[in-house]
T-cell receptor, first 114, second 112 residues
Framework: AQSVTQPDIHITVSEGASLELRCNYSYGATPYLFWYVQSPGQGLQLLLKYFSGDTLVQGIKGFEAEFKRSQSSFNLRKPSVHWSDAAEYFC????????????FGSGTRLLVRP | EADIYQTPRYLVIGTGKKITLECSQTMGHDKMYWYQQDPGMELHLIHYSYGVNSTEKGDLSSESTVSRIRTEHFPLTLESARPSHTSQYLCASALAAQETQYFGPGTRLLVL
């Protein structure tokens, strides 16, 4: 069965600084990978997804993520963080042998210092 | 932009009451999902449906039930609410199982 680990519960960065949120997954074959963002009291919004092809994926709001099979990772990056990026970020994995049901990580809460 | 709606957004109710959380989508998606999320925690799948008259239990055991009589509608029912049911419930839909899931805004339930 697949699993997802987001090792950082909280991350604080200064506005304008770069950001990297870590995500590691466990699955035997190539999974489907997603990053979602959740603002307080809201549902989840898709930032980007990886199904196949180019391992560097561009998303909305200036985010990107890189799939590294050798490290079983799908880390989310942004070169310059804005105060509006403060939110909870969830990595998720889906796989064909689980009928593509998504397994979510525990989330990383991003705080942005002015 | 996805069109998926949940009502109510917030619900405070007493123990033992029957409640139904509504979820509707206007995208014609066959696949619909219910997740439970406690504050600051990950989402857990509690129910899903791959089409009309198809419902399955998810990975997290739940006392709730669901129905799928129409493609666009996937309500979740708790026959007798308890304080342990206090949580946020998120509904999602997708065109196909391997496609992106689009989420509604969620229902925050508080059972007193």
């Amino acid at each position: 069965a697949q699993s997802v680990t987001q090792p950082d519960i909280h991350i604080t960065v200064s506005e304008g600084a770069s950001l990297e949120l870590r995500c590691n997954y466990s699955y035997g074959a190539t999974p489907y990978l997603f990053w979602y963002v959740q603002s307080p009291g809201q549902g989840l919004q898709l930032l980007l997804k990886y199904f196949s092809g180019d391992t560097l994926v561009q998303g909305i709001k200036g985010f990107e993520a890189e799939f590294k099979r050798s490290q079983s990772s799908f880390n989310l990056r942004k070169p310059s963080v804005h105060w509006s990026d403060a939110a909870e970020y969830f990595c998720a994995v889906g796989a064909v042998d689980s009928s593509y049901k998504l397994i979510f990580g525990s989330g990383t809460r991003l705080l942005v210092r002015p | 932009e996805a069109d998926i709606y949940q009502t109510p957004r917030y619900l405070v109710i007493g123990t033992g009451k029957k409640i139904t959380l509504e979820c509707s989508q206007t995208m014609g998606h066959d696949k619909m999902y219910w997740y439970q999320q406690d504050p600051g925690m990950e989402l857990h799948l509690i129910h899903y449906s791959y089409g009309v008259n198809s419902t399955e239990k998810g990975d997290l055991s739940s006392e709730s039930t669901v129905s799928r009589i129409r493609t666009e509608h996937f309500p979740l029912t708790l026959e007798s609410a308890r304080p342990s049911h206090t949580s946020q419930y998120l509904c999602a839909s997708a065109l196909a199982a391997q496609e992106t899931q689009y989420f509604g805004p969620g229902t925050r339930l508080l059972v007193l």
